[in-house]
T-cell receptor, first 110, second 115 residues
Framework: GIQVEQSPPDLILQEGANSTLRCNFSDSVNNLQWFHQNPWGQLINLFYIPSGTKQNGRLSATTVATERYSLLYISSSQTTDSGVYFCAVGGSSNTGKLIFGQGTTLQVKP | NAGVTQTPKFRILKIGQSMTLQCAQDMNHNYMYWYRQDPGMGLKLIYYSVGAGITDKGEVPNGYNVSRSTTEDFPLRLELAAPSQTSVYFC??????????????FGEGSRLTVL
């Protein structure tokens, strides 16, 4: 099945810094989503982005499907950005199956 | 609009017991999922469903069963609980008119401990 790798596994930032999180996948996809899991365990959908670029406030994401990667950009980070960021992908041969990466744990220090 | 509702939120089971985790969504979503998350790890797909009456295995289906008799409900059954099933279980749903899921919405999770 499709493999998903996220990097870096851990990231520590000072408040106000920018960061880039990466998601690599091993096969063609028709679905890619980014999620934030806050310190209380709640999972929030950030982007549905199988291709192209989207922006939502300080967050933006880009998926280059032909090169099998996606990037999540966090600008002017805040302490509330802390938590784990996951990408999930659905292969183009499947109808609905979504596989998660291992996540990037982000800590933003004040 | 409640979204995705999971019950119970917490449960302790003894080895060999069985139980059902309930999941309901009120958004008329056609896709529903069950994931488990072990401490410090990512989410592993247990089972998923693309519509009522249709279910399929995910990455880690052994020891679990599901059914999807209605659009709204997607219960997960644990038979003969084992310590390896200690985890946090998340239910999720999405809507898509095309092949492949849409934006995924998660429930708050159910923390299960097997002793």
């Amino acid at each position: 099945g499709i493999q998903v790798e996220q990097s870096p596994p851990d990231l520590i930032l000072q408040e106000g810094a920018n960061s880039t999180l990466r998601c690599n996948f091993s096969d063609s996809v028709n679905n890619l989503q980014w999620f934030h899991q806050n310190p209380w365990g709640q999972l929030i959908n950030l982007f549905y982005i199988p291709s192209g670029t989207k922006q939502n406030g300080r967050l933006s994401a880009t998926t280059v499907a032909t090169e099998r990667y996606s990037l999540l950009y966090i600008s002017s980070s805040q302490t509330t950005d802390s938590g784990v960021y996951f990408c999930a992908v659905g292969g183009s041969s499947n109808t609905g199956k979504l596989i998660f990466g291992q996540g990037t744990t982000l800590q933003v220090k004040p | 609009n409640a979204g995705v509702t999971q019950t119970p939120k917490f449960r302790i089971l003894k080895i060999g017991q069985s139980m059902t985790l309930q999941c309901a969504q009120d958004m008329n979503h056609n896709y529903m999922y069950w994931y488990r998350q072990d401490p410090g790890m990512g989410l592993k797909l247990i089972y998923y469903s693309v519509g009522a009456g249709i279910t399929d295995k995910g990455e880690v289906p052994n020891g679990y069963n599901v059914s999807r008799s209605t659009t709204e409900d997607f219960p997960l059954r644990l038979e003969l609980a084992a310590p390896s099933q200690t985890s946090v279980y998340f239910c999720a749903s999405s809507y898509s008119a095309l092949a492949g899921a849409g934006e995924l919405f998660f429930g708050e999770g159910s923390r299960l401990t097997v002793l």
